[in-house]
């Protein structure tokens, strides 16, 4: 009976069945973990190229836009509720979707005015009351069994889960972190780690949102949940590609 109600005690399964990976899936499909896809954005680090194409259209593999590879790959481990959020081009990304995805529930969240990624994620607790797996539109098919994710942030009983990478010597000028027992440490442009652009949240950390609606998700997010003392977790993962900017893009094309 315990599997027929959708608001039963979900700590207590997750303390039963995280161990056990087909037990574990069957209750994955049933709590149907929310994906949600970051896609308003202007991409002004990408012009001239997103002028008239949106960040979330730019071609990468097999010459595709990048996002059908992120609905792929959210498809690919059953993550079929899935929400974007939308404000430049929005209109040109919705009808890109709904040609190739016609049968597929998705949920499209246009911003009047852009949200910041804070907003974004504040905003999608206005429709949802499960936790929500965030990725970005622009990386670029990542390498990530998103289920052990999953298990990772569900056993430790996690408010706010950050996939992880080893950063390199030639990433200096960036925000990254350190990881102690799989706890993340804040450490400027000192720590040994960068945020991959993946993470789940739970609809407990709206506790911690700012009252405004625009702000970015380090400030108005992840420093408030860290400054209060309450633990975020560090999952690690392989380095993980993006195209944020014309560099990186034209280096990937290449």
């Not at 979900?10 to 149907?32: A, C, E, G, S, T």
């Not at 992120?70 to 993550?79: A, G, H, N, R």
Request: one cysteine or more.
């Amino acid at each position: 009976w315990i599997f027929r109600k959708r608001k039963c005690n979900v700590i207590l399964i997750q303390k039963i069945f995280f161990r056990h990976p087909v037990v574990f899936d069957y209750i994955y499909k049933l709590f149907n973990m929310i994906g949600y896809i970051l896609s308003a954005g202007f991409g002004t680090r990408l012009l001239p190229l997103t002028e008239k194409v949106p960040k979330a259209l730019l071609p990468t593999i097999n010459n595709r836009p990048n996002i059908f590879h992120i609905i792929d790959f959210l498809l690919m481990y059953k993550v079929s509720n899935i929400y974007i959020n939308l404000h430049h081009l929005g209109k040109q990304i919705k009808n890109n979707i709904k040609k190739v995805y016609p049968d597929l529930k998705i949920s499209f969240l246009y911003e009047k005015e852009i949200l910041g990624t804070g907003g974004a994620i504040k905003n999608i607790f206005n429709f949802v009351s499960e936790d929500v797996l965030i990725i970005n539109c622009d990386l670029i098919y990542p390498r990530l069994d998103i289920n052990n994710f999953i298990r990772f942030h569900y056993k430790n009983n996690s408010i706010l889960s950050l996939c992880l990478y080893k950063k390199n010597k030639n990433q200096t000028n960036i925000i990254s972190f350190d990881i102690i027992e799989n706890k993340l440490k804040l450490a400027g442009f000192n720590g040994g780690y960068i945020f991959s652009g993946i993470y789940i949240i739970s609809h407990k950390a709206k506790t911690f949102f700012p009252e405004e609606d625009k702000f970015t998700f380090y400030e108005g997010i992840l420093k408030n949940i860290y400054n209060n003392n309450v633990n975020v977790f560090a999952y690690k993962t392989k380095n993980i590609l993006s195209y944020g900017d014309t560099e990186s893009y034209n280096k990937f094309k290449q």
